[in-house]
């Protein structure tokens, strides 16, 4: 994983950004998203999320839910729980079924201690301000509830960063291009911790490394092209640079056999001080 720039940390939490053009639809979350069919272990991410929220009754609130990969997971193997989705952007909200809302993180429309559990999943590096919005996930959440948030480790798919930095140098005459964007170095698997300590207790981090086998640039290429929101901070022609990874990556895989991607995500999972029921207890 790459460090971003204060400008690109910025543009990484920019509302517009991620409301207008990231997430106006599903389509580059779907393209982060598709890569990881080569993965392998293969992890089942919405089963996992369903396994943690086994002794979880009540209320359970997605917020950055996205694309509703989670929530429709759970609508179809727990339709005991309350479930409701929220986004920054009511454009990816669009064929989801209600309840689902338009929402800042940052300032939930829910009542204090109102909420069982939340899924914060691969979406806390996205605002702007992190400590704060740990702050008011744990508002809404009663004494003992549940919060379950993702991210990634500091060297997930230190491949692909890789290659973006050589074709970027290419094609500025560089030995080493500019690095890209890092949607997760704000909030890694590491960080997480730190951050989640000030309001939760109890943190457990479950990690998810895996290997990327491909023999096809394809996915590659759609990856990479999924960061165009970002695209104005590249310091390198966007389109041309991944034109041209894609054939590093071609010819990678023609000469290798494959391009391998190291990916190390994680789950974590933590309570708001209080007691938590026996039903829910761990």
Same mark, same amino acid.
């Given at each position: 994983m790459t460090s971003n720039t204060t400008q690109q940390d910025a543009a990484v939490a920019d509302k517009a950004i991620l409301a207008e053009h990231a997430y @106006? !639809?599903? &389509?580059h979350l779907a393209a982060r998203q598709s890569i990881y069919r080569w993965q392998q272990p293969r992890y089942d991410l919405p089963a996992i999320v369903a396994e943690e929220l086994a002794a979880v009754t009540g209320t359970v609130v997605d917020v950055g839910c996205?694309?509703?990969?989670? *929530?429709?997971?759970? &609508? /179809? +193997?727990?339709p005991d729980l309350h479930l409701v989705g929220l986004d920054l952007s009511a454009g990816i909200l669009t064929h989801l079924p209600p309840p689902v809302l338009v929402a800042d993180a940052q300032t939930l429309p829910l009542a204090?201690?109102? #909420?069982? @559990?939340? *899924? @914060?999943? +691969?979406?806390? %590096? +996205?605002?702007?301000?992190i400590p704060a919005t740990i702050t008011e996930?744990?508002?809404?959440? &009663?004494?003992?509830?549940?919060?379950?948030?993702?991210?990634?480790? !500091? /060297?997930?798919? +230190?491949?692909? !960063?890789?290659? =973006?930095?050589t074709a970027a140098g290419h094609i500025l005459g560089l030995l080493e291009g500019p690095t890209r964007v890092s949607l997760s170095s704000r909030f890694s698997l590491e960080k997480a911790p730190g951050y989640l300590a000030e309001a939760f207790?109890?943190? &457990? #981090?479950?990690? *998810?490394p895996g290997t990327i086998t491909l023999t096809d640039p394809a996915p590659i290429t759609a990856h990479l092209a999924s %960061?165009?929101? =970002? @695209?104005h901070l590249s310091d390198v022609p966007f389109h041309q640079t991944i034109h041209h990874a894609t054939d590093l990556a071609t010819t990678a895989i023609e000469t290798q056999g494959a391009f391998t991607i190291t990916c190390h995500g994680g789950i974590l999972t933590c309570h708001t001080p209080g007691t938590t029921p026996p039903a829910q207890a761990r």
């Open positions: @106006a !639809d599903e &389509r996205g694309n509703g990969t989670f *929530l429709n997971h759970l &609508r /179809t +193997h727990r204090d201690h109102s #909420v069982d @559990a939340v *899924l @914060a999943l +691969h979406m806390l %590096y +996205h605002v702007s301000d996930l744990a508002r809404v959440l &009663r004494p003992g509830g549940l919060l379950i948030a993702s991210t990634n480790g !500091d /060297t997930d798919k +230190h491949e692909l !960063d890789q290659l =973006w930095s207790t109890g943190i &457990r #981090v479950r990690h *998810l %960061y165009e929101a =970002w @695209a």
